[in-house]
């Protein structure tokens, strides 16, 4: 993937100490670019963990050809992030960190309020006012909310949220599209499909399972593990935004030409989970324990990702098996536990 256009483009990743906002970095400065991270490494799961990635991102920074700096501060300090712009001028911004996680919505509103509406507000206005060229900002498949209609395709109406965290997700793209609108700035949404892979989040399900695995006590299955989930690969995901980067977005709306997009980033292959569960016991060497549980009002049964414009944008289609990147990750998982094959298999 040739990006050498943008080795001297100052590039804004916020959430570089998050699980995708990390490899988007890792991968820009494979590439040899210049990376302005911006994370307020919160303790919303282990800060050791984000610690460690930015420990990750530094080495590869001074291993590889590409320059990091980075700024720890929170979305919804203003006066930071217009520091950030002012020194370093970013032209493309991938705006990656938010408060996460659907089921934390309904403890602690106040966090997605400010991290996903103020925070992104602030992004926009920092874009606007220093000619950002292209916005590029995480959305979640979670907006299609109780949608019956599968897979989920872009053109759905997406009027039906059953999260807090699915709401703010929704005014992100709306937000987004007016900024587009009034000051032409070029936005693209990316609506991610239950990312997965090494590095990952310990509050997704695949980390979840595999932490109660090892520790001897059953994990939590929902509506009897009848769910099915459009498992994408976090590499595919950054391939997806790093093809996004260069893209011209433009969307004809009530008459005037704007420059806003929205994409489904996912593998189209949605997989059982009472599978992916197997998968996960069949790399692990460990047998699960399951207690099952009724389905949460905030989950939906499935999920399925429609990616024809993505395809036919950028060329690029996420298509890692989940065989592959689920042993990529339990492969990670134990080494950064420090767990040997011996261990494993007692």
């Not at 006012?129 to 916005?135: D, F, T, W």
Request: charged share 20%; aromatic share 12%; proline share 4%.
């Amino acid at each position: 993937m040739d990006k050498t256009h943008l080795n001297n483009t100052p590039i804004l990743v916020t959430g570089c100490a998050g699980f995708i906002g990390f490899h988007v970095t890792k991968k820009l400065l494979e590439l040899g670019c210049f990376v302005v991270g911006y994370d307020n490494v919160n303790d919303y799961y282990a800060v050791s963990l984000k610690e460690a990635r930015l420990s990750e991102l530094k080495r590869v920074s001074s291993a590889e050809s590409g320059s990091f700096t980075f700024t720890r501060a929170d979305l919804a300090d203003k006066s930071a992030l217009e520091a950030v712009f002012t020194e370093h001028s970013p032209q493309i911004v991938i705006h990656l960190a938010a408060q996460a996680g659907v089921r934390y919505s309904l403890e602690n509103p106040d966090a997605y309020v400010q991290s996903n509406l103020v925070g992104f507000a602030n992004i926009l206005e920092c874009c606007r006012h220093n000619k950002v060229k292209h916005l590029l900002y995480a959305s979640s498949s979670s907006v299609y909310g109780s949608n019956k209609k599968l897979p989920f395709a872009v053109e759905d109406r997406v009027d039906n949220p059953i999260s807090l965290y699915a709401a703010t997700k929704k005014s992100n793209e709306l937000m987004a599209h007016t900024y587009s609108h009034l000051f032409k700035l070029p936005t693209t949404g990316l609506r991610f499909f239950t990312v997965y892979g090494p590095w990952g989040r310990p509050d997704m399900a695949y980390f979840l399972f595999l932490n109660t695995i090892f520790s001897g006590n059953p994990i939590k299955v929902f509506n009897n593990g009848d769910m099915m989930r459009d498992f994408t690969y976090v590499e595919d995901v950054v391939k997806s935004i790093l093809a996004l980067i260069d893209k011209s977005v433009s969307l004809t709306a009530s008459g005037a030409e704007v420059p806003y997009k929205v994409y489904n980033v996912g593998n189209n292959h949605p997989e059982k989970l009472l599978d992916f569960i197997a998968l996960l016991e069949e790399f692990s060497g460990k047998k699960a324990t399951m207690e099952f549980l009724p389905l949460p009002e905030s989950d939906v049964l499935s999920t399925f990702a429609d990616i024809n414009d993505l395809i036919q944008d950028t060329g690029v289609k996420p298509e890692t098996p989940l065989r592959v990147g689920l042993e990529r990750f339990v492969k990670w998982w134990m080494d950064y536990n420090n767990i040997s094959v011996k261990e494993k298999c007692l």
